[in-house]
């Protein structure tokens, strides 16, 4: 998907950024897990509304996504590495892996969340 295309898509999705990321009809292949690992890496919460982006949110977001399923497609899978949110989202105290602060657990669309609250700041 390009990202002119991308952008809006996400433009005209009512919902929360995680739940239209995981949507099949909006964007193909990407799971839970990949969306966790994007949106971190891109600074957003998953609870923020998909059409409230910026222009440079949705670039950045795009960016991340494109660098993070490279990483992923070359490892055959999401790599539990320790430098990835991943990495931690499964530990029983888990941290964030660039700031340490305790990771937040929550459901989106039934699924299990996981965000860093310090390196994603805003309202949701």
Known sequence: MGR???EAALAARRGHLKTALT???VLAGLG???ADEILWRAGLRPD???RDLTPADRRRLY???RGTLRSAVTAG???PRDTWLTGHRDDADPHCPRCG???CRSRRS???TVWCPRCRPGDP
Do not use: I, K
């Open 77 to 79: 899978r999401v790599p």
């Open 48 to 50: 923020r509304g998909a």
């Open 23 to 25: 949507d099949q009809s």
């Open 32 to 34: 839970n897990l990949l």
């Open 63 to 65: 960016a991340r996504m």
């Open 4 to 6: 002119e295309e991308f």
């Open 110 to 112: 039934g699924r299990g």
């Open 101 to 103: 602060t305790r990771l």
